[in-house]
């Protein structure tokens, strides 16, 4: 049987959970990740097969945390940062809201506060993982930065958007629609050399 759930981040029902989170943002403010880091890692590998495969799932994304906070590439600004190692942070915690070895949904408090700290940093968290595979993808461009990426990004975005209305302007009629400058056009050769 497969459980799975949504929720709404901001639902007044999970306030006990965001306190909770919080708590360790506060906690984890300004202290370094090293130790917490590895543990984060070594627990994720050690959530058990049976836990259900919302949790899992969830909590699968937490190696891609731990490598977006420690990306010296992608500085993240101080309250994003205590956000993320917070969720870390109850994650690692055995006696949080939920005890971890409580039966079979130990884990669903951590995959709570974990999905409530990517919702939280939802756009850095989605920049983060495209500049990842970007890098990942296009290893000649060298190491780019956060701001680098961002502005070779929206370069690229600028050029693709110039060329889409650039080639909207050129787009030629053929039987009632449009086609693609350079395509080849479908008329009778009577209409094409205009004979009719």
Same mark, same amino acid.
């Given at each position: 049987?497969r459980?799975?759930f949504?929720?709404e981040?901001?639902? *007044?029902?999970l306030?006990p959970?965001?306190d909770?989170?919080l708590?360790? !943002?506060?906690?984890?403010?300004?202290? $370094?990740?090293?130790?917490l880091?590895?543990?984060?890692?070594?627990a994720?590998?050690?959530? $058990?097969?049976?836990?259900?495969?919302? !949790?899992?799932?969830?909590?699968?994304?937490?190696p891609?945390?731990?490598a977006?906070?420690?990306?010296p590439?992608?500085?993240l600004?101080?309250?994003?940062h205590?956000r993320l190692?917070?969720a870390?942070?109850?994650? !690692?915690e055995?006696?949080?809201?939920? $005890?971890?070895?409580?039966?079979?949904f130990?884990?669903?408090?951590?995959?709570?506060?974990?999905?409530?700290?990517?919702?939280? &940093?939802?756009e850095?968290? !989605?920049?983060?993982?495209?500049?990842?595979?970007?890098?990942?993808? &296009?290893?000649?461009?060298?190491?780019?930065?956060?701001?680098?990426?961002?502005?070779?990004?929206?370069a690229?975005?600028?050029d693709?958007?110039?060329?889409?209305?650039?080639?909207?302007y050129?787009?030629? *009629?053929?039987?009632g629609?449009?086609?693609?400058?350079?395509a080849?056009?479908?008329?009778?050769?009577?209409v094409?050399?205009?004979?009719?």
């Amino acid at each position: 049987m497969r459980i799975d759930f949504d929720f709404e981040p901001d639902d *007044p029902d999970l306030q006990p959970f965001r306190d909770a989170w919080l708590q360790q !943002c506060e906690r984890r403010r300004d202290r $370094p990740l090293g130790a917490l880091a590895a543990r984060a890692l070594s627990a994720q590998a050690a959530i $058990p097969l049976d836990a259900p495969a919302a !949790c899992r799932d969830r909590l699968a994304a937490i190696p891609d945390l731990v490598a977006l906070l420690i990306d010296p590439g992608w500085p993240l600004p101080s309250h994003e940062h205590a956000r993320l190692s917070g969720a870390l942070a109850y994650f !690692c915690e055995r006696m949080d809201l939920i $005890p971890d070895d409580a039966s079979h949904f130990g884990l669903l408090d951590d995959a709570i506060v974990l999905a409530m700290a990517l919702s939280d &940093c939802a756009e850095t968290w !989605c920049d983060w993982r495209e500049y990842r595979a970007w890098r990942e993808a &296009c290893p000649e461009a060298g190491p780019l930065d956060r701001r680098q990426w961002h502005a070779t990004r929206d370069a690229l975005l600028r050029d693709a958007l110039r060329r889409a209305r650039l080639a909207s302007y050129l787009a030629t *009629p053929s039987r009632g629609r449009y086609a693609p400058a350079g395509a080849a056009l479908d008329f009778p050769e009577a209409v094409q050399f205009g004979l009719h």
